[in-house]
């Protein structure tokens, strides 16, 4: 069953302007983390941002913060300012346990604009 | 954080051929994965890769198409056996520390099957 879902497969945002980029997840572990990765063209993983499930405050990195809403397993990434070398494909993803994979949703193809 | 190389960046193979990618990281990890990214789409775990121990394949792979060795802590190989054209994928070597949540990604072997 899928665990991660990325509902939106292109986005577009003007330049400058803030986009969310939606998240859930299913589990049925109390102990997880989540994490946002960008995909440019080159096709390197660059990690963005954790949340951990026992962290009580939302991740923030620069101009990522993600928009954790733990009781309706919502992960959600802001990104605000959006720049053109925002443009890229991001990726959700979640591990429930420290000895398990990391499990990927479909991602989303963000297309910043000028 | 885990600093990961992987050798080749990029190859051109024909179809029936074999190529082996090498992952190598620049501390002792304790797990070490495997993915699978086909043109356009997310990754896909292929296996999962243990220090001493037979690498643990998803469904949908098998050891005779995708032998895996670890034979230490920092290294790796993934090879690509009798390849077809739908074996044209990014192959990504992933690590974690087996202490933390985090995980990080080499740059990808782009592979194209002719």
New interface residues.
Partial sequence: AQKITQTQPGMFVQEKEAVTLDCTYDTSDQS??L?W?KQPSS???I?LI?Q?SYDEQNATEGRYSLNFQKARKSANLVISASQLGDSAMY?CAM?EG??D???????TRLTVKP | SAVISQKPSRDICQRGTSLTIQCQVDSQVT?M?WYR?QPG?????IA?ANQGSEATYESGFVIDKFPISRPNLTFSTLTVSNMSPEDSS?Y?C?V?D????????G??T?LTVT
């Fill in positions: 997880y983390g994490f990765y096709g390197e993983m990690f954790y951990g990726f591990r420290m000895g994979d990391m499990r990927f949703g479909a991602g | 797990m994965f990214q789409q997310s990754l896909t775990l999962t990014i990504l992933s974690t087996g202490y933390s949540y985090e995980q990080y990604f740059p990808g782009r």
